[in-house]
Nanobody
Framework: QVQLVESGGGLVQAGGSLRLSCAAS????????MGWFRQAPGEERMFVAA????????YYTDSVKGRFTISRDNAKNTVYLQMNSLKPGDTAVYYC?????????????????WGQGTQVTVSS
């Protein structure tokens, strides 16, 4: 069983920054791809970013490129999402997820494990 626990959400003004953390436990994650998704009220869960646990390949949705950075600390089994220059449109519940490497890196259906989510609210 894999457990993912997010933290770091909150309320921030537009232009501000937040760093989300996702602590993983229960299994070794050397072969997992770790991803971040977000879901705004009334909308589908959308891909934000992903990173291979043991390589440097990273993926971002276009709307966050240049503003968000996904990184990981292998020693702590933790994945981070640094979010800068936040906009009101970034407001959502952010979820951490894990999957095996493969196709459709942006598809939520391919991810096996999910955290409980953390709320990010950006005020204008």
């Amino acid at each position: 069983q894999v457990q993912l626990v997010e933290s770091g959400g909150g309320l921030v003004q537009a232009g501000g920054s937040l760093r989300l953390s996702c602590a993983a436990s229960g299994r070794t994650f050397s072969s997992y791809v770790m991803g971040w998704f977000r879901q705004a009220p009334g909308e589908e869960r959308m891909f934000v970013a992903a990173r291979g646990w043991s390589d440097s390949n990273t993926y971002y949705t276009d709307s966050v490129k240049g503003r968000f950075t996904i990184s990981r600390d292998n020693a702590k089994n933790t994945v981070y999402l640094q979010m800068n220059s936040l906009k009101p449109g970034d407001t959502a519940v952010y979820y951490c997820a894990a999957r095996y490497p493969g196709v459709d890196i942006t598809s939520a259906r391919r991810y096996l494990y999910w955290g409980q989510g953390t709320q990010v609210t950006v005020s204008s």
